[in-house]
């Protein structure tokens, strides 16, 4: 009946038991937020390599379950998926004498250009800190200015990090995602790119909000 006492003590009742909120709700305030996924399509070679590493994985599976080795076998099977996730952001990632080129350095090269040419700030995630190294030598052939934090990142350095970006130090923040997936204010930067998708959507979503958050005023595109 509209009794705003009932009301309000039916919302302590179920208080509990509510687990999650979307911020829309509660941050009516925050600028829009666009996603938009890339396409990266394999050269050849890469395609190649890819599906030899494939065919070996699938290989040393039925070998490891010929065998008998039931206990680890899960274990191997996730180590191969993950091998081949790293084989899609670029070979030197499971073979680091590999010469062969990947599409996907390419497509970001394109994106950061048209980023900065338009005076946009990004954020940079990957699961893989080899990735990210790989992304840094790039950015320092380049002379693009970016500042950096994984998990072994000093608590203090990574304030430093966080404080200088803010301040307007670094076009691009180069974060693995497992360290920056939350605690980060980075209203700074209006654009994140998401190098690799993560096993967990929500992870991912996590990171995107260091962006999308209070004190954004611009809206954010990932």
């Not at 940079?124 to 320092?140: P, T």
Request: glycine share 6%.
């Amino acid at each position: 009946d509209k009794d705003e006492a009932a009301r309000e003590q039916l919302k302590n009742l179920i208080a509990p038991f509510i687990l999650r909120r979307l911020k829309r709700d509660v941050l009516a305030e925050l600028p829009p937020r666009t996603e938009i996924t890339l396409h990266v399509e394999m050269r050849e070679e890469e395609a190649v390599f890819m599906e030899a590493l494939r065919q070996r994985s699938i290989e040393r599976i039925a070998t490891m379950r010929q065998g008998g080795e039931g206990g680890p076998q899960h274990l191997q099977v996730l180590a191969e998926i993950t091998r081949l996730r790293q084989a899609c952001c670029h070979p030197k990632l499971v073979d680091e004498n590999s010469g062969i080129t990947s599409a996907k350095p390419r497509v970001f090269a394109e994106v950061v250009e048209e980023l900065l040419d338009n005076g946009h700030r990004a954020l940079v995630f990957s699961q893989f800190v080899s990735h990210l190294s790989l992304i840094r030598e790039y950015l320092d052939k380049k002379g693009i200015r970016y500042q950096y934090l994984d998990g072994s990142t000093p608590m203090k350095k990574r304030k430093q990090a966080v404080d200088a970006f803010q301040s307007g130090e670094g076009e691009l923040f180069l974060i693995s995602l497992k360290a920056g997936g939350s605690g980060l204010n980075l209203t700074a930067a209006d654009y994140v790119i998401h190098m690799d998708p993560w096993w967990n959507p929500a992870v991912e979503d996590q990171a995107s909000d260091r962006a999308h958050r209070m004190g954004q005023t611009r809206p954010v595109t990932i």
